[in-house]
């Protein structure tokens, strides 16, 4: 009788449980989003179909209630877009300076820096990137790895400019 009766109890835990709203582990929600910029490889805010090298940093802001220890964040692209030969898809956390940071307090500022090439048939437009950060806090006596990923960054591709040419001077040579 008293195996039945937890036989029942486990069967009605098991069907009840997909309906219950557990916290997912390994999701964060402590970094924010500060700012981002980019620039081409000659160092302008303007960038175009073809451009390669294009410098992508983005800056957060850690506010976790302890310190925690950031392994990497990776750059999601969009369609159309590559990261450049040579860079990674994956970035150290960098403080203001440019030193790696791998473990943050609370209001701590990172960046995160990547190397982005952007196809010759990308059309102009706002292009949308994620990052994902890897990381990880001590809680409970043990190590628990999150992510968060962060979105709202975008990239404007302008269209190429105008060709424009004067004649300064001439001369007729017989």
Not at 14 to 27: D, E, K, N, R, S
Request: aromatic share 12%; proline share 6%; net charge neutral.
């Amino acid at each position: 009788m008293a195996v039945k009766r937890y036989r029942a109890i486990a069967v009605l835990v098991l069907l009840l449980l997909p309906l219950m709203q557990l916290p997912v582990a390994g999701q964060g929600e402590d970094f924010k989003l500060l700012s981002y910029s980019y620039k081409n490889s000659a160092g302008g805010t303007e960038v175009y179909p073809g451009s390669r090298g294009v410098e992508l940093r983005i800056e957060v802001v850690y506010n976790g209630s302890s310190e925690a220890y950031i392994s990497s964040a990776c750059l999601s692209v969009p369609p159309g877009f590559e990261i450049s030969r040579g860079s990674s898809q994956c970035s150290a956390p960098y403080t203001a300076n440019a030193s790696v940071q791998n473990i943050v307090e609370p209001g701590d500022v990172i960046q995160f820096i990547y190397r982005v090439d952007i196809g010759r048939g990308v059309k102009p437009g706002s292009y949308g990137f994620d990052i994902t950060i890897y990381y990880r806090v001590y809680s409970g006596g043990e190590w628990v790895r999150l992510t968060q990923t962060l979105s709202g960054i975008a990239v404007t591709v302008s269209p190429y400019p105008q060709l424009c040419f004067t004649v300064e001077d001439w001369y007729w040579s017989p």
